[in-house]
C-alpha cells in the first residue's frame, strides 16, 4: 500500500491523470491485491473511484504518469489516441552497460516467451511489431540514465528492448539484476560507521513514465502531463550525478539534470 496519498497531477468532468507508485497494479492480481482504483476510492470517495476507467496500462513495478476516463464517451475517445499512435510517451530509464551512443532506435517485434508465458522476448519470426527510441541524458559509469520515447505499447516493451541492446534496467527483476544500487558502488571514498549497514540508493524497477502527451483539445485543459520522479529516484540521481567520475558534466545536456527533478517537461 503507497505510504502517502497517490499524487493527482490534474482531473476535469472527464478525466483523471495520476502519477502511480511503484509497487501498485493497474488491475487486480490473481491474489486479489489491491489496485491502483481501489488506493483512489479511499482519496477520492467510491462515487468517483467506482466510474474511472483505464485508458491505457503501466506495469505494477513501473511509476509514473497514467490517465485515467471518468466516463465511458472518455474512454473510447483516448482509448482511440492510444490506438492511433496519438499520444507521445516519455519513459526515464537507469539502465547498467555501456551506452552505445548518444541515441539509437530500436524496432524489434516481441512475442511472449515459449518458456515462461508471462514474460515477453524478441520474436525470432512472428512478432507485434515494436520500436522505441532512446537518448543518453546522462552517463554515470557503470549505469546511465536514458530518455525513452516508445512509439508502440507493447507489453515490457522498453525493459525487453533495452535489454537486447546490452542495456538492461539498472534493477529489473524479470529481465535482468534484483540487487540494489549502492552509494559504494560509485563514490570512490565510502566508509561506514563501526556496526551500521548501508542502505541502498534504489531497489525497485529503474523506470519511471515521466511525460504523457495527448491530441489538444479545444478548452483550458492541458496536452502535457508530467509524473515527477518519487524521493528514492529523484535521490539516487542526486548521488550519481554527485559521485560518478565526471560529476555533473556526465549529463549530455546540463540543463537536463535540474529539468528532471523539477518536473519540467521535455
Same mark, same amino acid.
Given at each position: 500500500?503507497? %505510504?502517502?496519498?497517490?499524487?493527482? /497531477? ?5 478525466? $483523471?491523470?495520476?502519477? %502511480? ?11 486479489? &491485491? #489491491? ?13 468517483? !473511484? ?28 483516448? !482509448? ?11 519513459? @526515464? ?11 539509437? *532506435? ?14 515477453? #522476448? ?6 507485434? *511489431? *515494436? ?5 543518453? @541524458? *546522462? ?11 516508445? @512509439? ?12 537486447? /541492446? +546490452? $542495456? ?10 534484483? !540487487? ?13 560507521? %563501526?556496526?551500521? &549497514? ?6 525497485? $524497477? ?5 511525460? $504523457? /502527451?495527448?491530441?489538444?483539445?479545444? +478548452?483550458?485543459?492541458?496536452? #502535457? ?10 535521490? #539516487?540521481?542526486?548521488? @550519481?550525478?554527485?559521485?560518478? !567520475? ?16 523539477? +518536473?519540467?517537461?521535455?
Amino acid at each position: 500500500m503507497p %505510504k502517502a496519498a497517490i499524487e493527482i /497531477i490534474y482531473q476535469d468532468d472527464d478525466i $483523471l491523470v495520476v502519477n %502511480k507508485p511503484a509497487g501498485v497494479p493497474v488491475t487486480r492480481d490473481r491474489k486479489g &491485491a #489491491c489496485q491502483l482504483i481501489d488506493f483512489l476510492a479511499g482519496q477520492l470517495g467510491t462515487q468517483i !473511484s467506482s466510474r474511472l476507467r483505464l485508458v491505457h496500462r503501466l506495469d505494477k513495478d513501473t511509476s509514473g504518469v497514467m490517465l485515467l476516463a471518468k466516463n465511458v464517451e472518455a474512454q473510447t475517445k483516448f !482509448s482511440g489516441y492510444f490506438e492511433r499512435k496519438l499520444v507521445k510517451k516519455i519513459y @526515464l530509464a537507469i539502465v547498467a552497460g555501456i551506452v552505445p551512443g548518444r541515441q539509437g *532506435a530500436i524496432n524489434a517485434s516481441l512475442t511472449h516467451s515459449r518458456k515462461n508465458p508471462a514474460l515477453m #522476448c524478441i520474436a525470432r519470426k512472428k512478432g507485434k *511489431a *515494436a520500436i522505441s527510441n532512446w537518448q543518453l @541524458l *546522462a552517463d554515470f559509469g557503470p549505469v546511465a540514465l536514458l530518455v525513452v520515447r516508445p @512509439l508502440t505499447g507493447r507489453t515490457h516493451q522498453i525493459r525487453v528492448h533495452l535489454t537486447s /541492446i +546490452g $542495456l538492461p534496467l539498472a534493477i529489473d527483476p524479470l529481465y535482468g539484476s534484483n !540487487s540494489p544500487l549502492f552509494l559504494s558502488d560509485f563514490k570512490s571514498v565510502y566508509r561506514l560507521g %563501526k556496526f551500521q &549497514a548501508e542502505k541502498p540508493l534504489i531497489e525497485r $524497477l529503474t523506470l519511471h513514465a515521466y511525460q $504523457l /502527451i495527448v491530441p489538444a483539445e479545444a +478548452g483550458n485543459r492541458p496536452s #502535457c502531463f508530467v509524473a515527477r520522479l518519487d524521493k528514492k529516484f529523484a535521490a #539516487c540521481i542526486k548521488m @550519481l550525478t554527485k559521485y560518478n !567520475s565526471k560529476g555533473p558534466d556526465a549529463f549530455v545536456n546540463s540543463g537536463d539534470y535540474s529539468k528532471i527533478l523539477s +518536473g519540467d517537461r521535455f
